[in-house]
């Protein structure tokens, strides 16, 4: 499931409106409808540890177009929060925060 890239308390805001939590997000990810995504931009860099209370975090951003089944192609920017969690064994990295919006107007 999508949602095992997210920590449990993330937060996705998609075009505006924000879902939290692995049950709400899995719920939103069931109802998307299949898609193909291209990406023409993608740039990443360190968040400082004062902005983040010591922990390792990388922002991504990324642009390009994405087309849903049963919609025309459309263009996207995303960013996402990414932060490191230690387990016993390695370091795994999960979204914190991923904010979503078309960059065009629905016609």
Same mark, same amino acid.
């Given at each position: %499931?999508? $949602?095992?890239?997210y920590?449990?308390?993330?937060?996705? &805001?998609? *075009?505006? *409106?924000? #879902?939290?939590?692995?049950?709400?997000? *899995?719920?939103?990810?069931? +109802?998307?409808?299949?898609s193909e995504?291209?990406?023409? +931009?993608? /740039?990443?860099?360190? &968040?400082?540890?004062?902005? $983040?209370?010591?922990? !390792?975090? #990388?922002? &991504? #951003?990324?642009?390009? !177009?994405?087309k849903?089944?049963?919609?025309?192609? =459309?263009?996207f *920017?995303?960013?996402?929060?990414? !932060?490191?969690? %230690?387990?016993?064994?390695?370091t795994?990295?999960?979204?914190?925060? /991923?904010?979503? =919006?078309?960059? /065009?107007?629905?016609?």
């Amino acid at each position: %499931a999508l $949602t095992r890239l997210y920590l449990d308390k993330a937060t996705l &805001v998609w *075009n505006g *409106n924000a #879902v939290s939590g692995q049950e709400e997000l *899995n719920k939103f990810f069931e +109802m998307l409808p299949s898609s193909e995504f291209q990406v023409n +931009m993608l /740039d990443c860099q360190p &968040v400082h540890e004062q902005a $983040t209370q010591g922990q !390792t975090t #990388v922002l &991504v #951003v990324t642009s390009g !177009t994405v087309k849903f089944d049963g919609d025309k192609q =459309r263009y996207f *920017n995303q960013n996402f929060l990414l !932060t490191a969690q %230690a387990t016993p064994t390695n370091t795994v990295w999960k979204i914190a925060s /991923d904010c979503f =919006r078309f960059q /065009d107007w629905a016609s």
